[in-house]
Nanobody, 117 residues
């Protein structure tokens, strides 16, 4: 049973920073692209950052310059550093990757990020 476990969220003031972590319990983590999604209240889940197996990042335009995705293959962990947090970044953040059966793995519980003064 593959486990996807996100952590690192919390309540942060606007302008603050957070580093989110996600551990994915698969043996082939190092060859998988990894994705960070977020789901704000009342909205659909959206893809915000991607990192390829060789470490190349890509971001949705709305987060470029503030979000940094990285990975540590030795720890089966992908990170998302968020700087200059804004209230509109408030969401549950999830990571995921492709399942060998097609699509993505089952979603973990995510980690809540709340940006408020």
């Amino acid at each position: 049973q593959v486990q996807v476990v996100e952590s690192g969220g919390g309540l942060v003031q606007p302008g603050g920073s957070l580093r989110l972590s996600c551990i994915v319990s698969i043996s082939v983590f190092s060859i998988k692209p990894m994705f960070w999604y977020r789901q704000a209240p009342g909205k659909q889940r959206e893809l915000v950052a991607t990192i390829t197996s060789d470490g190349s990042p890509n971001y949705v335009d709305s987060v470029k310059g503030r979000f940094t995705i990285s990975r540590d293959n030795a720890k089966n962990t992908v990170y998302l550093t968020i700087d200059s947090l804004k209230p509109e970044d408030t969401a549950v953040y999830h990571c995921n990757t492709y399942s060998p059966r097609g699509g993505l793995y089952n979603w973990g519980q995510g980690t809540q990020v709340t940006v408020s003064s």
